[in-house]
């Protein structure tokens, strides 16, 4: 767990956080920090997001979890008013939930091609939907997408995801001018390879090393380097920034 936030009470306070993928790696970060800048979290994975829940209590704040496959739509329109019950509202997204598999073109099928489209970009469509009724009611919204710095990289082996990574810088965009009239802001963070439990798992310490090198910050990436810029962009700082897409990764890649 990162240490507590020294910062004063910020516009976080009260405000009620659905995190996606919020069992580990970027998504139990940025529950944990929303957390102790004030804000209620609903942590959503489809695996169990104990651990997130127990961080969020010990700063104070109140957290519920719910497990889904968010790129099915039956399950997300069943999910859709256990969110909103929670508090009666949502005022932040942060869709973060996704896969980084490696496939060589020649070997990718259909199947797994469509299933890597489903969870990074459909699953983001899908929540966005579920929530964005709530925020437009009440005037006041934030929707932060994890996207990707490799689509500024020459990276192998990776066509299907970053297929579904440019889709999601498209989205933000394209959902930015949709939703703007209604006070919700919609923007992307794009990180790079971290040490994170799926980036030791599919990528590896050894290229992890690798790619930091490559850094002008020369050292891995962490789940803690996005998490301020994820409460940035869910803050009220953010009124006026809105279809962006930030790369938060130690300088690697100029876009």
């Given at each position: 767990m990162s240490a507590p936030s020294t910062q004063s009470p910020s516009s976080h306070t009260g405000r009620v956080a659905v995190v996606t993928g919020a069992a580990g790696g970027f998504g139990h970060a940025i529950a944990g920090e929303l957390a102790r800048r004030g804000a209620d979290i609903i942590a959503v994975d489809l695996d169990p997001a104990d651990r997130t829940v127990e961080a969020v209590a010990e700063t104070g704040r109140r957290a519920v979890q719910f497990q889904a496959d968010l790129s099915d739509p039956e399950q997300v329109a069943a999910l859709a008013p256990e969110l909103l019950g929670f508090a009666g509202r949502v005022d932040i997204l942060v869709n973060n939930a996704g896969v980084f598999p490696f496939r060589n073109v020649f070997e990718l099928d259909f199947a797994q091609w469509k299933r890597?489209?489903?969870?990074?970009?459909?699953?983001?469509?899908?929540?966005?939907?579920?929530?964005?009724?709530?925020?437009?009611?009440?005037?006041?919204?934030?929707?932060?997408?994890?996207?990707?710095?490799?689509?500024?990289?020459?990276?192998?082996?990776?066509?299907?995801?970053m297929a579904s990574k440019g889709a999601v810088v498209g989205f933000t965009r394209a959902l930015a001018s949709?939703?703007?009239?209604?006070?919700?802001?919609?923007?992307?963070?794009?990180?790079?390879?971290?040490?994170t439990p799926?980036?030791?798992?599919?990528?590896?310490?050894?290229?992890?090393?690798?790619?930091?090198?490559?850094?002008?910050?020369?050292?891995?990436?962490?789940?803690?380097d996005i998490v301020g810029l994820a409460c940035f962009l869910s803050s009220d700082d953010c009124a006026f920034i809105t279809g962006q897409t930030i790369v938060a990764d130690g300088g690697l890649v100029r876009l």
């Open positions: 890597t489209q489903e969870i990074n970009i459909d699953s983001q469509f899908l929540m966005a939907k579920a929530v964005m009724g709530s925020m437009r009611d009440n005037g006041w919204g934030r929707i932060v997408n994890l996207a990707s710095n490799s689509l500024g990289l020459a990276v192998p082996d990776m066509v299907h995801y949709d939703l703007a009239p209604y006070g919700i802001t919609v923007n992307a963070i794009s990180p790079t390879a971290s040490r799926g980036g030791r798992q599919f990528i590896g310490d050894d290229m992890l090393r690798t790619v930091a090198d490559m850094q002008s910050i020369k050292r891995v990436g962490t789940a803690e």
